[in-house]
Structure formats: C-alpha cells, structure tokens
C-alpha cells in the first residue's frame, strides 16, 4: 500500500502491473477528460465567433420596397439613386436595377438621357443603359441588385446588397455581358411592356 | 549627522520590509538591488562596458520601448476625455485639441511617438537583419519581433479610426474592404463566395461588427486599440526580452 496508485482493494497491484481492466478504464478517464477540455474549447470559440456577428445592425437600410412594375415607365429610373443608391430600369421585356456605384473606384456615375449613358464624375467611366462598359477605366460591368416581388401585395423589393457579378468580355465597344446572362431571377423580373410603349427612343431598351 | 539618518533609514523595519537587503554601497548588496527588483530583474546585473556601445543595436529596440510607454501613458490620458460614439468622438478630439489644458500635448506626442514607433520598428528590424541576429538559434526572438511588428502596425491602424474624421473613416473603409479580399475569408477574396461568404457574415463584417464603418467599428477599434492589443504587444514584449536575456547571446546586455 506504498504506491498510492494501487487500488485500495488491490493492494497487490503497482503502477506497472496494472491489470488490464484497470488500464483500460484509466484510458477512458484520460480521453474521457480531454474530450470534455477539447468540446468546451471548441464551445467557446464558437461562442467567441458568434459574439463577434452582431444579429442586428442599426445601419442605412439595404432593402427596398420600391413600388409597383406598373409606376415605372420605360428607360432610367434616378427615383432612388438618392436614397437607395440604385437605378431601376425599364425595358421592352420586364424590370431590374443597377447599383449606382461605379465599378473603377466606388463613385456615383450620372445618367445623362440624351448620351443614353451612365457617366462617372470620378474618372470618366462610361456605361450603357445595361450597365456595360463603353469607355473608361471601368474594370467590369456595373452590378445588379437582387428585385423580388412581395406575395402580399405584389410590390418589388430591391435587395442592393446581394448583387449579380458576371465576368465581362472584351469586344470593341467595351466590356460585355449578353443580356441573356444577366435577366436572370433573382435579379430580373420579366413584365409586359408599358401600354403604348416603343424601344423608338432607346434600342437598347429592346 | 546625516549618516545616522542614513543608517537609520536602511536599518528600519519598512526599509528591510521592502527592499530585503542592504544599502548598495557593495557588490553584494548592488546585486540584490537589481534581481531582487520587479521593475529592474530584466536589466542585468552588471554591464560589460562593451554592452555600452551605442554603435551595434543603436537602442533601436529601446527607443522602441520607450516610445510605447509613452504611447500607453498619453493614451490613458486622452482616454480621459474620449468617447468611442459617433456622436462625440470628433468633438471630443476637437475639445482635446483646442479646449483642454494640455490635451493637444497629449494628442501630439501620442500621434507623434506612434509614428515613432512604426518608424524606430522597421530601423530596429534591418538593424537585426543586417547583423543577422535573427539566424538559429535565435529564429523565435525574430518570430516573436515580426508579431510585435503586426501587432505595431494593427495599433497604429485601429488607433486611426478613433478622431473619426474623414481621414480615419476613408482609411478604415479601404483597409476593412482589403479584409474583404481575403482568400477564403472574405466575400470578395478568392474561393470566399463560393465558400458561402456575404457581406453579413465574413471577415469584413466580423472586423467592422457591420457591413460599413460605423459605430459598431468604432467601439470595435476602441477596445482593440486601447485594450486588447496594448495587451498582447505587453505579453509578447515580455517573452521577447526574456528571451534576449535568457539566449545571452548580447551578452550581459
């Protein structure tokens, strides 16, 4: 009874000759132990890790209710370049909108109606009406915000926050994503052209 | 007369209660008043004259230290009158700077050392370079240097943010969107969106606790910059001197 290791009921047991049923429950203690050290430090770092995501945010809006298809006439829409940074654009087949950030360095290109082209002030990027590049130091095409439909009353909502980012070609006019890549859902909601509407004035719009 | 006094003083209670052993006047007591002192054990006990020379380290390492005294003693000052709010942190900078006695001395030599440091950093590190001190068996000490280097640098820029002018808030949007391109970590980075990262819930946002630099950010960098960095540079400065002494490569440096 020296080795206080020894059982109290084995007293012919010594550290060395444990017999093997005793070995194996000391293996279960020890991994027994480390696995509740290991899950509580795993606990705690997920704790850490969602401690540091704030579940709610008192920052500018980045979701939108803009409205019905039907209060948008054909073409740019400036209405909430203002207050949501994104233009709503109108065309012969439905409706989506671009983020009113330039792609170069981050300012606010303008639309000027009679150029049909967006124009940054920053350094001169230029854009068509689907946020093509057509001159510039533009590195891609502008981005599209996320437009749903709200099944109460069937008004559009602009999430400016998750965008549509396809990869641009290069052709002689610019950079270049086809039509068809970018009138998808989320980002595109297909709807009957306005009453008495013509692509006359814009054939980009068709 | 004075002597009596003397004797007086080193034979009292409180004097052998504090410091545990003679007045230095002999090796033996000079000893004991350095390793038997908290605040003097990482000097050595006695310096070759040859440690004294100025020309190989230059005291690039000590200037270093000093200045992130300074660092820490201005900045609890200015922690006096700052409030990490959007509302009042410019103000409070402006109030610092123009109302309170002595507050711009404080901001000044805050800003100043703090570039100091980045700067006598970078001149302590190519000393160590190009003496090679850094080679085996001292690559730890380097590790630990290049650690304090980083952590130097996230000092520096988590204390930009906080006069919460333009300056701070442009610098913080184009280092926070850099985290933004983070490989695997970040929604812009490469592998990050398909990896499933949004602006809401990669390193970006976890740095900035949003997805733009506001308050969340600045309360963010408030506790990073007066906190929890100046602790870590604390930890690590202690391993990195203890190991200088410890290696005795410096000699009794």
């Known amino acids: 009874m020296t080795n206080p290791a020894a059982g109290v009921g ?100 303008n639309w000027f109606p009679d150029q049909k082209r967006f124009r940054c002030p920053c350094h001169g990027s230029i854009y068509d009406a689907h946020g093509n590049v057509r001159g510039g130091p533009a590195p891609r095409t502008l981005w599209r915000g996320q437009i749903t439909r709200d099944p109460l009353d069937g008004e559009l909502i602009v999430n400016t926050v998750i965008r549509l980012d396809p990869d641009p070609v290069q052709t002689p006019q610019g950079l270049w994503v086809k039509e068809k890549v970018k009138e998808i859902s989320p980002f595109y909601i297909g709807h009957a052209a306005p009453p008495g509407a013509s692509c006359a004035s814009n054939r980009l719009l068709c | 007369m004075l002597q009596k006094l003397k004797n007086g003083i080193v034979d009292s209670q409180i004097f052998k209660s504090i410091f545990r052993h003679g007045y230095p006047d002999n090796d033996l007591d000079r000893a004991y008043a350095i390793f038997s002192n908290v605040f003097l054990h990482i000097h050595p006990v006695k310096v070759r004259r040859s440690a004294l020379r100025m020309r190989y380290t230059f005291c690039l390492g000590g200037i270093t230290l000093l200045l992130f005294i300074i660092l820490s003693v201005t900045g609890i000052w200015l922690m006096f009158y700052y409030t990490p709010y959007t509302g009042l942190a410019y103000r409070n900078i402006k109030d610092l700077q123009f109302v309170i006695f002595g507050g711009n001395l404080m901001r000044d030599l805050h800003r100043f050392a703090a570039h100091g440091m980045v700067l006598f950093v970078w001149l302590h590190m190519t000393r160590v370079f190009l003496t090679g001190a850094y080679k085996a068996p001292r690559e730890f000490n380097w590790i630990v240097g290049v650690v304090l280097l980083v952590n130097t640098l996230v000092l520096s820029w988590t204390g930009y943010l906080l006069p919460w002018d333009q300056l701070a808030y442009w610098a913080v949007t184009v280092g926070a969107k850099m985290a933004s391109y983070t490989p695997f970590l970040g929604q812009n980075g490469p592998w990050g969106p398909q990896l499933g ?54 000699g009794p440096l």
């Not at chain 1, 084995?10 to 290991?38: D, I, Q």
């Not at chain 2, 990669?202 to 733009?212: A, H, P, R, W």
């Not at chain 2, 969340?216 to 001197?241: G, S």
Request: charged share 15%; proline share 6%.
């Open chain 2, 197 to 250: 990262f949004l602006p809401t819930n990669d390193i970006m946002f976890m740095l900035l606790g949003g997805t733009v630099v506001g308050q969340n950010a600045l309360i963010r960098f408030y506790v990073l910059h007066c906190v929890v960095l100046p602790l870590v540079v604390t930890v690590f400065l202690a391993v990195h001197f203890w190991r200088i002494r410890k290696d005795g490569f410096s």
């Open chain 1, 10 to 109: 084995h007293p012919e047991e010594t550290e060395s000759g444990l017999n093997p049923s005793e070995k194996g429950r000391r293996k279960f203690l020890v991994a027994a132990g480390w696995s509740l050290v290991g899950a509580t430090m795993a606990g705690s770092a997920y704790a850490t890790y969602k401690f540091l995501f704030p579940p709610i945010l008192y920052e500018p809006p980045t979701v939108f209710k803009i409205g019905h298809v039907s209060t948008y006439g054909l073409g740019i829409d400036e209405r909430w370049k203002l207050k949501g940074r994104f233009w709503v654009v109108r065309n012969m087949r439905g409706i989506y909108n671009m983020i009113s950030i330039c792609r170069h360095l981050g300012c606010t290109p």
